[in-house]
């Protein structure tokens, strides 16, 4: 990990402290109104953006994740974004959806979490990659179906610790879990685990 004031000391509690990010930010559950139109995980990242930036203009996202399916496509009619703000000390989590913020949420523990990479790939891209390499399969032989979608740095590269991934997590009422990470500025699968 870079050695700066945004490092996380601990992998363990930054994983913890996104899982409980995660948590809070999906507890908003779907709207009602209107009829959702499904996006890609950088499609809604302007809203999100212009929000944390009226939040707090040092706001850098550290993670994204589907906080409704995820279709064929890699498209999802809401994402999470989380941010983090070294001013402020704090983090705050967005559900876009029609492309507007369905819900802000302030979390309320110590998180000092790393920028993700500027550039990345999109929500299709890391899926086409995810299941041409091990998630299409998993899925046909036990009954399978894409679970989550997160987008992160330095959690699942032990190789390349300030690398920002896409882990997908595909799940079966039959099998262990199936896990795979997507190196999120190449597009390249690098890690897949049951568990």
Not at 105 to 131: G, M, R, V, Y
Not at 149 to 170: C, H, Q
């Amino acid at each position: 990990m870079l050695r700066s004031p945004l490092v996380v000391t601990s992998p363990v509690r930054h994983r913890r402290a996104l899982v409980l990010a995660l948590v809070v930010i999906a507890a908003a559950g779907p709207s009602r109104a209107g009829d959702p139109l499904p996006f890609s995980a950088r499609s809604g990242l302007d809203v999100a953006n212009d929000a944390a930036h009226t939040w707090a203009p040092d706001a850098h996202l550290v993670y994204v994740e589907n906080d409704e399916d995820v279709a064929a496509d890699g498209t999802a009619v809401r994402w999470g974004y989380l941010f983090y703000s070294p001013g402020r000390a704090k983090a705050r989590g967005y559900s876009v959806r029609n492309g507007k913020i369905l819900e802000a949420t302030d979390l309320e523990f110590d998180f000092d979490a790393p920028p993700l990479a500027e550039e990345w790939i999109d929500s299709q891209a890391a899926l086409n990659a995810a299941e041409e390499k091990a998630g299409q399969k998993y899925c046909l032989e036990h009954g399978g179906k894409l679970s989550a979608m997160l987008l992160i740095r330095g959690a699942f590269d032990e190789k390349k610790p300030n690398a920002s991934t896409w882990a997908l997590v595909y799940t079966s009422n039959s099998e262990p879990a199936l896990f795979v990470v997507v190196d999120a500025a190449k597009g390249d699968v690098i890690r897949v685990w049951r568990g």
